[in-house]
């Protein structure tokens, strides 16, 4: 296990749109490396950085052409290698996105396996036997190949899955079992193009739908197994080098496949959407939201199996938002997203934050989709530096998203002359955070709640962090002695015993004796 994850707070940078350095109205490498210091100052000392590979951009790069060439709109490799240099020099890690469950279907496997003449990349992909042969339970393009047979796309159209082979098969003319050579060959490709890039300093990957790889794989044996294979190899020769999953089963994930994080996502039945959205289609109402419809209980019933489960193995990554998903801004206003990030990262696991996310970035509504992001395209707007022209991402005439009009955005340059801002809780918190081994990724922790009651908090460490959504003033007793005030927002009073808190507030406090529980001794 890599021990700098333990410390570790995360920056997204969606790269189109993070800072545009020869006016083509595109971010690129360069800009990043020129904003390495921003990113540092804010106490992130990690980046994943979304696919910067060559691509037609039918999916924003996650519809991969070459996979060990960065896309020319973002600079060279020798750029990224120097990207890696630079943060490295900084005391930062830069993790890649790996996409493994598909490529574009322009990448060159992907232009041999679908001729009629047959080559070592016929079963890279997994096409059916013949045109005539659509079982509809498979997503699939049909008709459309020189070579007779149709082909399983893994997400959008543009995206064809690659062959890991099948668990269950059930249609033998065609599936392959995943021991066959064609698939483990797939396998092999895929570790070949970590070793490059591992080889040239990247100090790990995000994995791009992780428990996509084999078919028909319900309980996701088959796929766990070929990352077991994978985090074999990292752990032999780059023992450094570490792994978060886009898979949303911690279980799954980090204890059988080997992962050292999962992501916590808005995936159905996950704890995410019933703390940081309005809710789920069964009635549970985000916690955050000041209505107080919210029920905590709807969270630790959904995470605190996965915690206990996983929390030897790996972490848990809670993130701000992620370029998938409409940011805070659209549900919460900022009182209530301020304690959302509270909660983020003060959490165990490795916090992530999304560019933008710290200064408060609005969603922006009915945009035209570019690149694939159809709704997504709103939480994927070019980054707000300063005042000056679009508003300080680019110098070129026309951005290839437009930049907020709004003539209150917020920038990096307004935020940072607030004491008000979303930019100085997160600054302030990811600092104690850093300050503290009893906040890092590994630290323990205890829920202090009960079930449909505000406040809510947790122990951990020699640290109290509770929270009051409520859109009016509450209380909470602690049962403790020493108790000091560390952190606040809002306002609030405490006391040994019991805490006050005016509406949707939050405060750190740290003690010399608690009991989280009646039964609990001092
Ligand atoms: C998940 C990525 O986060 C998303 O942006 C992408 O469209 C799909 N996977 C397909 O690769």
Redesign the pocket.
């Given at each position: 296990m890599p021990q700098w994850l333990n410390d570790s707070v995360f920056y997204e940078i969606y790269p189109q749109s993070f800072y545009d350095t020869n006016g083509d109205g595109i971010g690129d490498i360069n800009g990043i490396i020129e904003k390495l210091d921003y990113v540092k100052g804010l106490g992130c000392n990690a980046i994943w950085l979304?696919p910067v590979y060559d691509s037609p951009f039918m999916?924003?790069g996650?519809?991969v052409r070459d996979y060990k060439n960065v896309a020319p709109r973002y600079g060279t490799n020798d750029d990224l290698v120097r990207l890696f240099d630079e943060a490295h020099k900084k005391g930062m890690k830069i993790l890649l996105d790996l996409?493994p469950?598909?490529t574009s279907d322009t990448h060159p496997w992907f232009l041999e396996s679908k001729k009629a003449q047959k080559s070592e990349y016929t079963n890279r992909y997994i096409f059916t036997k013949s045109v005539w042969d659509a079982p509809p339970q498979y997503r699939m393009m049909c008709g459309i190949c020189e070579r007779d047979g149709n082909y399983l796309v893994?997400?959008?159209s543009s995206?064809p899955a690659l062959n890991y082979g099948f668990h269950e098969i059930t249609h033998p003319e065609w599936q392959l079992p995943c021991d066959h050579p064609d698939c483990l060959a797939t396998v092999e490709a895929i570790k070949d193009i970590m070793r490059f890039w591992l080889d040239k300093g990247a100090d790990g990957f995000r994995v791009?739908?992780a428990d996509s790889l084999v078919k028909n794989d319900d309980e996701k044996v088959a796929t766990a197994k070929i990352w077991r294979g994978i985090r074999e190899m990292l752990d032999k020769d780059y023992p450094e080098a570490a792994m978060v999953a886009?898979w949303c089963n911690p279980e799954r994930a980090i204890n059988n496949a080997g992962f050292h994080m999962d992501f916590y996502l808005d995936h159905h039945g996950n704890g995410y959407s019933r703390l940081f959205r309005y809710g789920d289609d069964e009635g549970n109402k985000g916690i955050f939201n000041p209505n107080g419809k919210g029920d905590i209980k709807n969270f630790t019933d959904e995470y605190l199996p996965a915690y206990e489960l996983s929390k030897n193995n790996g972490y848990i990554s809670f993130m701000t938002n992620?370029?998938?998903m409409p940011r805070m801004t659209h549900y919460f206003g900022m009182d209530a997203i301020k304690l959302a990030y509270a909660m983020i990262f003060t959490m165990p696991g490795v916090p992530f934050l999304y560019y933008g996310d710290e200064i408060g970035m609005k969603y922006q509504e009915n945009l035209v989709s570019k690149e694939?992001g159809f709704s997504?395209t709103g939480s994927r707007t070019p980054m707000q530096w300063n005042s000056g022209k679009n508003l300080g991402f680019s110098a070129g005439d026309t951005p290839y998203l437009p930049v907020d009009t709004d003539e209150n955005a917020p920038t990096v340059e307004n935020q940072q002359n607030n004491p008000d801002s979303i930019y100085k809780v997160v600054t302030d918190i990811i600092a104690i955070r850093h300050a503290n081994d009893d906040l890092h990724g590994n630290g323990d922790f205890e829920m202090i709640f009960e079930p449909g009651k505000f406040p809510f908090g947790y122990k951990r460490g020699k640290f109290v962090m509770l929270f009051n959504p409520l859109g009016k003033d509450s209380e909470i007793e602690i049962n403790a002695k020493g108790v000091k005030k560390v952190y606040e927002i809002g306002t609030t009073e405490v006391a040994d015993n019991k805490v006050k808190m005016s509406a949707q507030s939050f405060v750190t406090v740290s003690y010399t004796h608690l009991r989280a529980h009646e039964t609990d001794s001092y």
């Open positions: 979304n999916d924003a996650y519809d996409v469950g598909h893994n997400y959008f995206q791009d739908m886009e992620n370029h998938d694939g997504r």
